[in-house]
């Protein structure tokens, strides 16, 4: 089985300062990893995404996110926060493609 | 590329009114279609999972006489909700994928569903 642990519902920062989303999963085989940005009444876009080769994946809007294997980790970090990133991020795990588990959800505000 | 679409993108309806939403992709086959609801502040709730040809997979505690779904062809999938109800007003997200997407899913934009 497979599963998501987002620590943090809420996470606030300064314009400017870093970011850090945490994802944990639990995972019997190898996963592939994914973040989502999620902005009020729309779907999901996708930040980036993690399959196989290096660990260290770099995303679109300056996000990325390192797998750790041994920790279970898929944390997004950002190094300068901006007002346009305020919105909900998802972290989802699949091995398959067709199952995917996503985490509950952190929900990022910007403060100027 | 791998862009999928909904449509409509919101809906108001009256309570015992039957509702269609339609998930595309555009541009590529999507052999596998899934479709989630969303609850304000709350994640994603993959409802069933759809293969081309084939009947949907629901997932447990999902009315498959409530909520019909068809994937008639490799670009387009329908969910009909039937008869609904105020507390079937939520966010319906579809996503879609392919024989050649690496296991990734690509998302719609949502519809927004409102019973009143």
């Known amino acids: 089985a497979q599963s998501v642990t987002q620590l943090g519902s809420h996470v606030s920062v300064s314009e400017g300062a870093l970011v850090l989303l945490r994802c944990n999963y639990s995972s019997s085989v190898p996963p592939y990893l994914f973040w989502y940005v999620q902005y009020p009444n729309q779907g999901l876009q996708l930040l980036l995404k993690y399959t196989t080769g290096a660990t260290l994946v770099k995303g679109i809007n300056g996000f990325e996110a390192e797998f750790k294997k041994s920790e279970t980790s898929f944390h997004l970090t950002k190094p300068s926060a901006h007002m346009s990133d305020a919105a909900e991020y998802f972290c989802a795990v699949t091995s398959t493609g067709n199952q995917f588990y996503f985490g509950t959800g952190t929900s990022l505000t910007v403060i100027p | 590329g791998a862009v999928v679409s909904q449509h409509p993108s919101r809906v108001i309806c009256k309570s015992g009114t039957s509702v269609k939403i339609e998930c595309r992709s555009l541009?590529?086959?999507?052999?596998?279609m899934f479709w989630y609801r969303q609850f304000p502040k709350q994640s994603l709730m993959l409802m069933a999972t759809s293969n081309e040809g084939s009947k949907a997979t629901y997932e447990q505690g999902v009315e498959k006489d409530k909520f019909l779904i068809n994937h008639a062809s490799l670009t387009l999938s329908t969910l009909t909700v039937t008869s609904a109800h105020p507390e079937d007003s939520s966010f319906y997200i579809c996503?879609?994928?392919?024989?050649?997407?690496?296991?990734?899913?690509?998302f719609g934009p949502g519809t927004r569903l409102t019973v009143l």
């Open positions: 541009d590529f086959q999507a052999t596998t």
């Open positions: 996503s879609a994928s392919g024989a050649v997407q690496d296991n990734e899913q690509f």
